[in-house]
């Protein structure tokens, strides 16, 4: 390379790379139209998982026996439960046991087997003031107690009595054992 070709070669103009007026336009108008559009979808999206992102609804209460028709003795009642789980509402059907312990105050108990998920009853001939399973013969005492086969006492019904009525909540763990 002879010298006036270095000299050319030291001072040619940096290229730069230009956008056209066509590419600026696209690309404007596509950001634009994108922006426009997220507006639009955005609040369509949130409407459509709405329910997804409520909480479950199964905390309330349910009135379901007067106080004075509660004795020490357990009986049986049955009861609905309306759930809303997203866009799925169903009202299960629910029992529970209720009696007055030695305290004087209302519990309720779930029916549900602690070893497989059978439902209980009280007191047949086979377990006089017992709970008992039919299915694999677990035995509780009235306040849920495991005494044979399952492994943990009945689940216990949450209480409460106001103006007379007895309402039940959520299950939770037995607190009477
Ligand atoms: S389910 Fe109740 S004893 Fe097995």
Redesign the pocket.
């Given at each position: 390379m002879n010298h006036n070709e270095q000299h050319e070669t030291a001072h040619k103009p940096v290229k730069r790379k230009e956008m056209t007026r066509r590419q600026f336009l696209s690309y404007t108008l596509g950001g634009a139209t994108a922006f426009m559009s997220m507006g639009a979808v955005l609040p369509m999206l949130r409407f459509a998982v709405d329910p997804l992102l409520e909480k479950k609804q199964t905390g309330a209460f349910v009135k379901v026996i007067e106080e004075g028709k509660v004795t020490s003795e357990p009986q049986q009642v049955d009861f609905k439960v309306h759930q809303v789980d997203g866009w799925y509402e169903s009202d299960p059907k629910m029992q529970a046991y209720i009696a007055k312990g030695d305290d004087g105050k209302v519990f309720a108990l779930s029916p549900i087997?602690k070893?497989?998920?059978?439902t209980?009853s009280w007191s047949g001939p086979e377990a006089p003031n017992l709970y008992h399973?039919p299915?694999?013969?677990?035995r509780y005492t009235k306040d849920g107690k495991n005494l044979k086969?399952?492994p943990k006492p009945l689940d216990e019904y949450e209480v409460k009595v106001d103006n007379g009525w007895v309402y039940l909540g959520p299950l939770e763990p037995n607190t009477r054992v």
């Amino acid at each position: 390379m002879n010298h006036n070709e270095q000299h050319e070669t030291a001072h040619k103009p940096v290229k730069r790379k230009e956008m056209t007026r066509r590419q600026f336009l696209s690309y404007t108008l596509g950001g634009a139209t994108a922006f426009m559009s997220m507006g639009a979808v955005l609040p369509m999206l949130r409407f459509a998982v709405d329910p997804l992102l409520e909480k479950k609804q199964t905390g309330a209460f349910v009135k379901v026996i007067e106080e004075g028709k509660v004795t020490s003795e357990p009986q049986q009642v049955d009861f609905k439960v309306h759930q809303v789980d997203g866009w799925y509402e169903s009202d299960p059907k629910m029992q529970a046991y209720i009696a007055k312990g030695d305290d004087g105050k209302v519990f309720a108990l779930s029916p549900i087997c602690k070893h497989l998920g059978c439902t209980i009853s009280w007191s047949g001939p086979e377990a006089p003031n017992l709970y008992h399973c039919p299915c694999h013969g677990a035995r509780y005492t009235k306040d849920g107690k495991n005494l044979k086969v399952a492994p943990k006492p009945l689940d216990e019904y949450e209480v409460k009595v106001d103006n007379g009525w007895v309402y039940l909540g959520p299950l939770e763990p037995n607190t009477r054992v």
